[in-house]
């Protein structure tokens, strides 16, 4: 995908007030991909960043595929989950190339302030100490403008900070509830999610829906107890579709019986049901899901 750069030839005074909304994806890899450094992993592979002004009304947009340093040729799962082929990799420019472009656009329009959404600030610095430490501080200072949304909209919507996805929250604004994994996208996302909010756009019923989901979601997780297969699966009875059989009849009767007159199935109950199969050598099937009503 091309950047998207406009016209900078005049901008806003110094005391306009401009928004900038930003993501990055980066290197990732499976157990068997033996060729990668996992000694520097998170590498930054593509950029995003959309700019919008005091009324949140779209200004301009850049992306760029970034070319690592330590692990240049991306693995099979890292391609498939950012839809990134090799050969943008390789005509892509350097980490620091990248994060030129990006200053030069936030100096442009006065910009102390680099929306995202969860953790970004702590993957990007994480980032600098494995991969760049001599980077010039100019663009440390970039990453250090990196602000995590997630309190300042979900206080907006429910008047407390609650910990949901990306994609939970373009549920909330009636977008598709898909996340791309495509940093120009997803910087969009999040643009077009915080004008929504911000503007007082969103579905309250949904937002309600999500609160729901949420609250059920957190109590299912909080009576999981094996979260992995233990050596409990290494027992050969224990993977034979006899005994699966058996716990998949147990599991019917505990939802059978425990399941209210309007048939919903408690939350624990759900958790406790797919420890039962994750003992017994089965992926896990049971944890809520947000479903529009």
Known sequence: ?????????????????????????????????????????????????????????????????????????????????????????????????????????????????????????????????????????KYRRVIGKVTDITRKLTVKIFGYRMSVSLADMKFVCDMEHVISHNALDDARDLYLITKTIMTGRYRKTKAGQLEEYISLRDTYHRYRRFRKLWPLDENPRKKSPAFKAASEKYIKELKEFYAGEDGVIPAPILGICDDIRNLSGMDARDCPRLIEK
């Not at 693995?75 to 050969?87: D, N, S």
């Not at 990006?102 to 991969?131: A, F, M, P, S």
């Open 1 to 137: 995908m091309p950047s998207k750069e406009k016209n900078r030839t005049a901008v806003g005074k110094e005391n306009d007030r401009y928004y900038a909304f930003f993501d990055a994806e980066y290197t990732c890899f499976m157990n068997y991909d033996r060729r990668f450094d996992r000694n520097h992993s998170n590498e930054v592979i593509s950029v995003g960043l959309v700019i919008a002004d005091q009324d949140y009304d779209f200004v301009e947009e850049f992306y760029t595929p970034v070319c690592p340093k330590y692990n240049p040729v991306l693995t099979r799962y890292c391609k498939e989950l950012t839809g990134l082929t090799q050969e943008e990799i390789n005509g892509a420019p350097s980490f620091e190339q990248a994060f030129q472009r990006i200053d030069k656009i936030l100096q442009t329009y006065h910009i102390h302030t680099v929306y995202v959404w969860g953790n970004d600030r702590v993957t990007l610095e994480d980032n600098l100490r494995k991969n760049h430490p001599h980077i010039s501080k």
